[in-house]
């Protein structure tokens, strides 16, 4: 069956420093992925979209990179701060068909100040 | 624009009950969704809507109806509350494809429990 996957154990990074998230998945060819950042009690909001003909995106501090062969994504927050601190979310949908995004369960980030 | 706006905030039912989620959105969006979270756990897909009059089911639609008289409305039902539902419900509403970045707008969430 389709898995996503992104590490379930918050990820605790220094101020200043690059944070690298995770989302790999199974039995699933995405055309498009998106990450969201959530923060408690407050629905996801949307940050970057990244097509599979596309290798890596960029919007100001945050990165994140698409690699179809190994099912993976990357998200990367540089010069991460406090602030950054929230879960962020990655989601798969296909190019055809019904128009859904499955989701994963989320990695929560902490920035230590 | 208040983008998506979703009713009540919290709810308590009791095991039987129904009630319904209401969702709305001013953005013109053709397409909209209903989202369950449960701790821990990513946001599965209860039901879509493509356009007024369209609906169809999502990965976990089992206990829930949903109807799309309007753009603007994606109001969902519970039928029979059960403790399973206990959860935290969101909407969000999207541009078809093809027509900018596929943006989802979420809603603030409706937190349910069911006792």
């Known amino acids: 069956s389709q898995k996503i996957e992104q590490n379930s154990e918050a990820l605790n990074i220094q101020e200043g420093k690059t944070a690298t998230l995770t989302c790999n998945y199974t039995?699933?060819?995405?055309?498009?992925l998106q990450w969201y950042r959530q923060d408690p009690g407050r629905g996801p909001v949307f940050l970057l979209l990244i097509r599979e003909n596309e290798k890596e995106k960029r919007k100001e501090r945050l990165k994140v990179t698409f690699d179809t062969t190994l099912k993976q994504s990357l998200f990367h927050i540089t010069a991460s701060q406090p602030a950054d601190s929230a879960t962020y979310l990655c989601?798969?949908?296909?190019?055809?068909?019904?128009?859904?995004?499955?989701f994963g369960t989320g990695t929560r980030l902490k920035v230590l100040a | 624009n208040a983008g998506v706006t979703q009713t009540p905030k919290f709810r308590i039912l009791k095991i039987g009950q129904s009630m319904t989620l209401q969702c709305a959105q001013d953005?013109?969006?053709?397409?909209m969704y209903w989202y369950r979270q449960d701790p821990g756990m990513g946001l599965k897909l209860i039901y879509y809507s493509v356009g007024a009059g369209i609906t169809d089911k999502g990965e976990v639609p089992n206990g829930y109806n949903v109807s799309r008289s309007t753009t603007e409305d994606f109001p969902l039902r519970l039928e029979l509350a059960a403790p399973s539902q206990t959860s935290v419900y969101f909407c969000?509403?999207?541009?078809?494809?093809?027509?900018?970045?596929?943006?989802?707008?979420f809603g603030p969430g409706t937190r349910l429990l069911v006792l």
């Open positions: 953005m013109n969006h053709n397409y």
């Open positions: 989601a798969l949908s296909r190019s055809s068909g019904t128009y859904k995004y499955i």
């Open positions: 039995n699933y060819s995405p055309a498009y």
């Open positions: 969000a509403s999207s541009r078809p494809r093809g027509e900018g970045v596929e943006t989802q707008y």
